[in-house]
């Protein structure tokens, strides 16, 4: 199968601080793939080489099949990039917008014409096009910008949080426009903090002071973090503090974490459990669940430091 990006032993250091540390990985050409970890955690550096704004310490890559080192230009032409800090600008209209995009990337005129009607359709965007960017809603913001940088058809999108601080309603508007480029081969490698947005892709990454420290798709993912049983306790009332203490010093819970307003506990011996329900859990409803990706980040990134 071919690969879109190709990372091996990438690493990057700012003076003693080494903020991605020998990172191999591949992405598969029409794959939406998520890049997961907490701030600081080397996200944005290493989409930041593979757009060739940052040269690596060492390492290999390749992006489109080209190595950003032997051409940067060629790579910039082939690469599509949101950053996670909104980058059009506010006292500009629209059109404004889109056209500055469009001479950066020296398009000719007609096909600017095609490419930003095809884009505009994509997001199938309702405003005036003459209003200034600033007076439109963040949602609708993100998604201009996402039309200007397919303005020039790359072949690979790199979405760093294209999604932080607009609505639920946005965010799901926004995925299914990710979605329909993915169907149409395009690339997708997105960062992102929300895990029910991290549902969407087909293989998930994540980064743990600089390193990835699990890749797999969320099923697996899922699966393979725990291999235990896991619980969801929802207090009634107040619920009986006493009764969760007892039940962290249990030898069948492996761990038991605030979840929200309830508790998750992942169980070991789930015999054992039972007896501990049973014998304690009147003011908490209690239920078997699945993994969410989120307990699977808590478990791995957090839990692991």
């Not at 994509?122 to 003459?130: R, S």
């Not at 038991?256 to 014998?279: E, F, T």
């Amino acid at each position: 199968m071919a690969y879109s990006v190709e990372v091996k032993n990438l690493t990057v250091k700012f003076g003693e601080f080494t903020a991605v540390d020998q990172v191999s990985f591949n992405v598969h050409a029409g794959e939406i793939f998520g890049f997961l970890g907490a701030n600081g955690a080397g996200k944005t550096t290493t989409i930041r080489v593979l757009c060739g704004l940052l040269t690596p310490t060492s390492g290999n890559v390749r992006v489109a099949g080209l190595d950003p080192a032997e051409g940067l230009e060629a790579v910039k032409s082939r690469v599509g990039y949101m950053s996670q800090k909104f980058t059009l600008y506010t006292d500009m209209t629209v059109d404004e917008n889109l056209d500055f995009a469009a001479a950066l990337h020296k398009i000719p005129k007609e096909l600017y014409r095609r490419r930003r009607k095809e884009g505009m359709d994509i997001i199938a965007f309702k405003e005036k096009t003459g209003r200034l960017v600033r007076e439109l809603s963040g949602g609708t913001k993100q998604e201009v910008s996402l039309v200007a940088s397919l303005l020039h058809d790359p072949d690979i999108l790199f979405l760093d949080e294209p999604t932080a601080g607009v609505s639920p309603v946005s965010r799901a508007r926004f995925w299914s426009i990710i979605r329909a480029l993915s169907q149409r081969d395009k690339t997708v490698f997105v960062t992102t903090h929300y895990m029910d947005e991290a549902e969407y892709c087909g293989r998930i990454a994540l980064m743990r002071d600089g390193r990835i420290v699990a890749l797999d798709s969320p099923a697996s993912l899922k699966k393979s973090t725990f291999p235990e049983s896991l619980f969801e306790l929802t207090a009634r009332s107040q619920g009986d503090k006493r009764w969760l203490e007892a039940l962290r010093k249990s030898k069948a819970v492996l761990s038991l974490k605030p979840y929200g307003m309830r508790y998750h506990a992942v169980i070991s011996d789930v015999g054992a459990w039972r007896r501990l329900v049973r014998n304690g859990a009147d003011d908490f409803e209690v239920r078997s669940i699945q993994p969410s990706l989120e307990d699977v980040f808590i478990r791995v990134v957090e839990e692991k430091k």
